[in-house]
């Protein structure tokens, strides 16, 4: 006993510097499989450094000792030590926060007695899932002193960063280029008068709250202006004329090679912009403009393509204008009358007047008042929500950079419906007669796993023509199920929360057949927690809408006859997987869950933009309680969707009973009844569009209808024709009754 309570010798990251040009990580990793093997796990765990009284009883690492140096465990292990040396601290302080709660996770779901809270054995992949250690051990195991820990436990609130208050120092670098950083600095402050605010900067700065992107100074610049357009206006102030490289890449050549500018004569006013004796001044190069730009002038932006779109924006902004002109017209009548001096005759009009303008004042001030609430609730709905959601990402993004398990990983998706497709596509000619011909449509669904290895954004998108299915709750819920199943997560344990953020479209994410349909998740116990997150309308850009625009790069420039030649086109792009959905693979949901669920309570449902369903909280709710907020700071409420006797349509079950059925909903589930093309649309293609098309893909996507159709458009067009007719004889007569 006395050996085994010997101190272990120095701790094998404490000399490691992996920041160093000459670190090996395959000897690193080797020197840890050594230092576990045969010194760490030998001893008993030790608390952190500068604890009064180190030595426990604990003895969860020694399981390691007895592995041979070439087990995949041991290198797992060795791999994150090494992984772990190369984070900084602040990380590393989120990764501790991160394991304490999967530890009370933990402690909830295998609620047997314990002496001290157990954490998964930190390795590269999976292979240490199935091991837990003490805090002790995990300290230990990964060089973490008394102060990290005790700081890794403290809300980020609570932190305070050594270097606060000593950035932004004074430095001396540049004092020979004064006179040119002095140029750009006047450049840029006449630069934000040209500054073309947006209604929603115009919203923000009425009610008084920051300005887009957060900070109260942005200036967004008209769109005719760009930051090369800028950088060629600096010189050609400065007397140079700037010289390319390559124009399609906005390439420049070297500050020297530029041209001077030539000298101008007066002009008919005696004015000349550059005339002889002008002195050429010195210039930037592009890089060093732009980064002066963004250093000191990070608020004066580029306006982006379609950057504003929230129609509640515009009306708020309209509301503001027209109330303004109003006070500032009584003003100047006002000031218009102390000018003048004079006393009306007739008193008591006057008086009359000014009772009506002062109740116009007053109507408003009132109206001005209500509109800066709207606006101010506006504003702080969708700004909560964004910020929320880039949270949400960025945690999901850490756990995967830091080789968590899969099964701990917080997953975070976007889902949204995409512009229909069309097919026939003649993009790549676009005849003139095809503008006024209706196509086949092709539907797009699309699923954006926002945390994955490499940091880039993968798109699952989902395709299927009109009259495979419609664009409803249940095609959208049934493409849901399909994509959980392509990534793996329903044959999976699952032990951390699922997050869905969407727009705010109502008939297809929001509305209470995927509400239900994620309750059914975590009662199932395939997910300890869902969550779905609907962003504010006018204010839902996501991930999706920009893998949307790289699914249509090719699409726009080709033309597409088949189906399956569509597919292969929008698959194209490595950062989209597209599946085709068949008429199978859609299902009725509502039907099945009416048979075990209530209906969530209306009135709320428009407003409200955050839904969650716990497994296990501290509240003690159930699967099928729904938690529901207006957003993610506002008053939580809870609606229990658990059918009771007086449920009319959902059945009231035991407990056991009720689980089984959950257990075998996709085999319960019935098929949806496609609909088929319109008699009109069948012909139009036949005939309008199968002309257009090569012989190969004629039937293939306009095939001749039947008979019976061909026959029911005509009787369709003759009965129209005798309609219009009829009713042409019938005016004809009014109008001659009406000469006589």
Same mark, same amino acid.
């Given at each position: 006993?006395?050996?085994?309570?010997?101190?272990?010798?120095?701790?094998? $990251?404490?000399?490691?510097?992996?920041?160093?040009?000459?670190?090996?990580?395959?000897? /690193?990793?080797?020197?840890?499989?050594?230092?576990?093997?045969?010194?760490?796990?030998?001893?008993?765990?030790?608390?952190?450094? +500068?604890?009064?009284?180190?030595?426990?009883?604990?003895?969860?690492?020694? =399981?390691?000792?007895?592995?041979?140096?070439?087990?995949?465990?041991?290198?797992?292990?060795?791999?994150?030590?090494?992984?772990?040396?190369?984070?900084?601290?602040?990380?590393?302080?989120? *990764?501790?926060?991160?394991?304490?709660?999967?530890?009370?996770?933990?402690?909830?779901?295998?609620?047997?007695?314990?002496?001290?809270?157990?954490?998964?054995?930190?390795?590269?992949?999976?292979? +240490?899932?199935?091991?837990?250690?003490? @805090?002790?051990?995990?300290?230990?195991?990964?060089?973490?002193?008394?102060?990290?820990?005790?700081?890794?436990?403290?809300?980020?609130?609570?932190?305070?960063?050594?270097?606060? +208050?000593?950035?932004?120092?004074?430095?001396?670098?540049?004092?020979?280029?004064?006179?040119?950083?002095?140029?750009?600095?006047?450049?840029?402050?006449?630069?934000?008068?040209? @500054?073309?605010?947006?209604?929603? #900067?115009?919203?923000?700065?009425?009610? @008084?709250?920051?300005?887009?992107?957060?900070?109260?100074?942005?200036?967004?610049?008209?769109?005719?202006?760009?930051?090369?357009?800028? &950088?060629?206006?600096?010189?050609?102030?400065?007397?140079?004329?700037?010289?390319?490289?390559?124009?399609?890449?906005?390439?420049?050549?070297?500050?020297?090679?530029?041209?001077?500018?030539?000298?101008?004569?007066?002009?008919?006013?005696?004015?000349? *912009?550059?005339?002889?004796?002008?002195?050429?001044?010195?210039?930037?190069? %592009?890089?060093?403009?732009?980064?002066?730009?963004?250093?000191?002038?990070?608020?004066?932006?580029?306006?982006?393509?379609?950057?504003?779109?929230?129609?509640?924006?515009?009306?708020?902004?309209?509301?503001?204008?027209?109330?303004?002109?109003?006070?500032?017209?009584?003003?100047?009548?006002?000031?218009?009358?102390?000018?003048? @001096?004079?006393?009306?005759?007739?008193?008591?009009?006057?008086?009359?007047?000014?009772?009506?303008?002062?109740?116009?004042?007053?109507?408003?001030?009132?109206?001005?008042?209500?509109?800066?609430?709207? /606006?101010? /609730?506006?504003? #702080?709905?969708?700004?909560?929500?964004?910020?929320?959601?880039?949270?949400?990402?960025?945690?999901?993004?850490?756990?995967?950079?830091?080789?968590?398990?899969?099964?701990?990983?917080?997953?975070?998706?976007?889902?949204?419906?995409?512009?229909?497709?069309?097919?026939?596509?003649?993009? +790549?000619?676009?005849?003139?007669?095809?503008?006024?011909?209706?196509?086949?449509?092709?539907?797009? =669904?699309?699923?954006?796993?926002?945390?994955?290895?490499?940091?880039?954004?993968?798109?699952?998108?989902?395709? %299927?023509?009109? =009259?495979?299915?419609?664009?409803?709750?249940?095609?959208?819920?049934?493409?849901?199920?399909?994509?959980?199943?392509?990534?793996?997560?329903?044959?999976?344990?699952?032990?951390?929360?699922?997050?869905?953020?969407?727009?705010?479209?109502?008939?297809?994410?929001?509305?209470?057949?995927?509400?239900?349909?994620?309750?059914? *998740?975590?009662?199932?116990?395939?997910?300890?927690?869902?969550?779905?997150?609907?962003?504010?309308?006018?204010?839902?850009?996501?991930?999706?809408?920009?893998?949307?625009?790289?699914?249509?790069?090719?699409?726009?420039?080709?033309?597409?006859?088949?189906?399956?030649?569509? &597919?292969?086109?929008?698959?194209?792009?490595? &950062?989209?997987?597209?599946?085709?959905?068949?008429?199978?693979?859609?299902?009725?949901?509502?039907?099945?869950?009416?048979? =075990?669920?209530?209906?969530?309570?209306?009135?709320?449902?428009?407003?409200?933009?955050?839904?969650?369903?716990?497994?296990?909280?501290?509240?003690?709710?159930?699967?099928?309680?729904?938690?529901?907020?207006?957003?993610?700071?506002?008053?939580?409420?809870?609606?229990?969707?658990?059918?009771?006797?007086?449920?009319?349509?959902?059945?009231? $079950?035991?407990?056991?009973?009720?689980?089984?059925?959950?257990?075998?909903?996709?085999?319960?589930?019935?098929?949806?009844?496609?609909?088929?093309?319109?008699?009109?649309?069948?012909?139009?293609?036949?005939?309008?569009?199968?002309?257009?098309?090569?012989?190969? /893909?004629?039937?293939?996507?306009?095939?001749?209808?039947?008979?019976?159709?061909?026959?029911?458009?005509?009787?369709?067009? #003759?009965?129209?024709?005798?309609?219009?007719?009829?009713?042409?004889?019938?005016?004809?007569?009014?109008?001659?009754?009406?000469?006589?």
């Amino acid at each position: 006993m006395a050996e085994e309570q010997l101190p272990p010798g120095p701790h094998v $990251l404490k000399s490691m510097k992996p920041k160093d040009k000459d670190f090996n990580e395959a000897e /690193a990793i080797d020197q840890c499989i050594n230092w576990i093997v045969n010194d760490f796990a030998k001893h008993q765990c030790r608390r952190p450094s +500068g604890a009064t009284n180190r030595l426990t009883r604990c003895t969860c690492m020694t =399981f390691l000792a007895n592995l041979p140096l070439d087990t995949n465990l041991a290198r797992a292990v060795a791999s994150y030590m090494v992984h772990w040396a190369c984070l900084n601290r602040a990380i590393k302080m989120e *990764l501790l926060n991160e394991w304490q709660k999967i530890a009370e996770f933990m402690e909830l779901e295998y609620p047997e007695p314990r002496t001290n809270r157990r954490f998964m054995l930190p390795t590269q992949g999976n292979e +240490g899932a199935q091991h837990s250690i003490c @805090g002790n051990g995990l300290c230990g195991l990964l060089f973490v002193g008394r102060k990290l820990w005790k700081t890794s436990r403290m809300d980020k609130a609570e932190r305070v960063h050594a270097l606060a +208050g000593k950035s932004n120092l004074e430095s001396s670098r540049g004092k020979q280029m004064q006179e040119v950083y002095d140029s750009l600095d006047t450049f840029f402050t006449l630069l934000l008068e040209d @500054g073309l605010p947006f209604a929603t #900067r115009i919203i923000r700065d009425e009610t @008084g709250l920051t300005t887009r992107d957060d900070d109260p100074d942005d200036v967004v610049l008209p769109p005719h202006i760009t930051k090369h357009g800028c &950088y060629a206006r600096w010189c050609f102030l400065r007397g140079w004329k700037i010289e390319k490289k390559s124009a399609a890449k906005t390439i420049y050549r070297a500050v020297k090679e530029y041209t001077k500018r030539p000298y101008e004569d007066d002009d008919e006013d005696g004015i000349s *912009l550059w005339p002889q004796g002008s002195v050429y001044r010195d210039l930037v190069s %592009w890089p060093c403009f732009l980064s002066y730009w963004k250093k000191n002038f990070k608020q004066i932006k580029v306006r982006k393509k379609g950057a504003d779109t929230c129609t509640d924006c515009l009306i708020l902004r309209n509301e503001f204008r027209m109330c303004n002109r109003r006070r500032g017209a009584t003003a100047s009548v006002d000031n218009t009358r102390d000018e003048e @001096g004079g006393i009306d005759q007739d008193s008591s009009s006057s008086d009359d007047a000014d009772d009506d303008e002062n109740g116009d004042l007053e109507a408003d001030i009132v109206t001005m008042e209500d509109t800066l609430a709207k /606006a101010k /609730a506006h504003v #702080r709905a969708y700004q909560i929500q964004r910020d929320e959601a880039k949270r949400i990402i960025n945690l999901a993004r850490l756990d995967v950079s830091n080789h968590l398990p899969s099964l701990f990983q917080r997953k975070v998706l976007t889902i949204d419906m995409g512009q229909n497709l069309c097919l026939p596509n003649f993009e +790549g000619e676009q005849p003139g007669d095809t503008y006024y011909m209706s196509p086949l449509t092709v539907l797009l =669904f699309s699923v954006v796993n926002n945390a994955t290895h490499d940091g880039k954004d993968r798109m699952n998108a989902y395709i %299927w023509q009109e =009259f495979e299915g419609d664009r409803g709750a249940n095609n959208i819920a049934s493409c849901l199920l399909m994509d959980l199943k392509k990534r793996g997560w329903l044959s999976s344990p699952n032990y951390c929360e699922l997050t869905y953020i969407a727009d705010n479209c109502g008939g297809q994410n929001k509305n209470k057949v995927v509400i239900r349909f994620l309750m059914w *998740l975590v009662e199932n116990k395939i997910f300890p927690q869902v969550k779905i997150f609907f962003l504010v309308k006018g204010h839902t850009k996501n991930a999706a809408d920009r893998l949307f625009n790289l699914l249509k790069l090719t699409y726009h420039k080709r033309n597409i006859y088949t189906y399956d030649s569509l &597919y292969n086109v929008l698959n194209e792009n490595e &950062y989209v997987d597209v599946l085709q959905m068949r008429p199978e693979n859609f299902h009725n949901h509502l039907e099945w869950q009416n048979k =075990f669920y209530r209906t969530p309570t209306g009135g709320e449902f428009k407003q409200t933009h955050v839904f969650t369903i716990y497994g296990k909280d501290r509240y003690k709710r159930t699967p099928s309680i729904l938690v529901k907020q207006d957003d993610n700071e506002s008053i939580i409420r809870e609606d229990n969707l658990l059918p009771t006797t007086k449920s009319r349509k959902a059945r009231k $079950l035991l407990p056991d009973v009720r689980t089984q059925h959950l257990q075998r909903m996709e085999l319960d589930l019935k098929q949806l009844v496609p609909t088929p093309l319109k008699p009109i649309k069948q012909v139009e293609l036949w005939k309008k569009w199968a002309p257009l098309l090569p012989e190969e /893909a004629r039937n293939i996507t306009c095939p001749k209808p039947s008979q019976e159709v061909i026959d029911s458009i005509k009787e369709r067009n #003759r009965l129209k024709t005798r309609k219009k007719s009829s009713e042409k004889k019938h005016l004809k007569t009014l109008d001659e009754l009406a000469d006589k």
